[in-house]
C-alpha cells in the first residue's frame, strides 16, 4: 500500500480507527482486526485515551505485540499543558509501549495559550516518548496561532486531523490548503461517515441491524439518514457502477486524490472490512 509522510513517520494512505476496540469489539476480535489491517498494508493505527475509556489503547496494544515495529501508533489526549505528560504515561502504559509515534490534541484546550502546550508537547518528544505530535478538530485561524506560538528548535504539529469526507468537503475551502501551504499533513477521520459511504443503506429502508449506525442514538440517525445525504450516496453508486467500482471504492479514493491529503482513517469491525478498505485506493 502507497505511504505518505507525518513528519519522520511513514503511514499508510489507509489508517485504521480504533474507536470499535474496547467497545464494540473485546480483544480476541481486535487482535483479528488488527492482523488483518497489517496483512493488508495498513500500518496506522489511530486511537485515544477515552475511546473505551483507555480499553482501546489496552486493547490495540495488546493486539501489537511482536508486531510493533510493523506499527504507526497515534493517540490524541484533551490537549491541556498540564496534562500532557501525565497523559502520555498512562497511554504508554495502557499500550504497553516505550514511545507514541504520533501523539496528538484532541481538540483545542479552552483557554490556554497554544505556546504552554507546545511547549509541554515538545519536551516529550525531546525525551524520546513521543515521535511526532499532531492537532485535531482544529481551524485555520487555530493551527496559525500555533506555527506563530512555536520558537525555533521546538517540536511542531506535524498534522492535524479533521472530519473530512464525501459527505463533509469544508475543509477543501480553508484547512487542507493551509496544510499544502505549510507542509502539515492532513489526515480525515470520519471518513466512510460512520458506515454510510460504504453504500450498504438504503433510502426508506431501516438501518442495518448490527452496523454501528443501527445501533446510533436517534439523533445521530436523523443527521446520517436524510434525503441530501442518500441524493449524494446514490449520484457516487451511479458514477461507480458506469465504472466498475463501488461506493466504498470511491469515497475512500477521492479524498486521497485531493493534494494535501496524507491519509483517510476509517474504522472497522471485521478483518473483512479491513480488506475492503485496505484495497480500495
Known sequence: MEQRSIGRLQVSVIGLGCNNFGQRLDQSQTTGVVHAA???GINYFDTSDNYGGGASEEFLGQALQGHRDEAI????????AMTARTSCLLSLDRLT???????QIHRPYPGEPLDETLGALSELVD??????????NFSVDQLRDAASANDPGRARFASVQNDYN??????????IPECLAGSLAFNAYFGLYHGFLTGKFRRGEPPLAGTRLGEASDARKEA??????FDVVEAIAELAAAHGMTVLDIALARP????????????????????ANAYRQ
Not at 73 to 80: E, I, P, R, S
Not at 262 to 274: E, F
Open 127 to 136: 525525551e524520546g516518548l513521543v515521535r511526532e505530535i499532531g492537532c485535531s
Open 166 to 175: 464525501m459527505l463533509n468537503r469544508k475543509q477543501e475551502f480553508d484547512v
Open 38 to 40: 497489517l496483512d493488508a
Open 256 to 275: 486521497l486524490h485531493v493534494p494535501g491529503v496524507t491519509a483517510v482513517i476509517a474504522g472497522a469491525s471485521t478483518a473483512d472490512q479491513v480488506r
Open 73 to 80: 501508533v497515534a493517540t490524541k489526549y484533551d490537549g491541556a
Open 224 to 229: 446520517v439518514f436524510n434525503d441530501e445525504n
Open 97 to 103: 509501549m516505550d514511545y507514541i509515534d504520533l501523539f
